[in-house]
């Protein structure tokens, strides 16, 4: 198992800024693929960012990209989703997971681990 606990969600106004994060435990996170994903009210998940396991490579959904930042700190067994100019429609709650064999990172079913959310809410 991979605890994955997220924190940093809550109510900001348009052309807003918030980071989340997302801690676990365990010597082997520096090995784990990790993405972001969101959930808004009465829709499907949805890919939002992902990053390697090696800290460089990086993915990003259109809708966000430009945005967003992913970044991870394997010292800190934490990765991060600094999200920027935010937009009423970013409005979700908001899961990161993580996966050590995952490569389709954009693909949620790659992901083994997922976390219980954090809640996102962007006012107009």
């Known amino acids: 198992q991979v605890p994955l606990v997220e924190s940093g969600g809550g109510l900001v106004q348009a052309g807003g800024s918030l980071r989340l994060s997302c801690a676990t435990s365990?010597?082997?996170?520096?090995?784990?693929?990790m993405g972001w994903f969101r959930q808004a009210p009465g829709k499907e998940r949805e890919f939002a960012a992902a990053i390697e396991w090696n800290g460089v490579t990086t993915y990003y959904a259109d809708s966000v990209k430009g945005r967003f930042t992913v970044s991870r700190d394997n010292a800190k067994n934490t990765v991060y989703l600094q999200m920027n100019s935010l937009k009423p429609e970013d409005t979700a709650v908001y899961y990161c997971a993580a996966d050590l064999k995952a490569s389709r990172l954009r693909v949620g079913k790659e992901y083994e681990y997922w976390g219980q959310g954090t809640e996102v809410t962007v006012s107009s």
């Open positions: 365990g010597r082997t996170f520096r090995s784990y693929a």
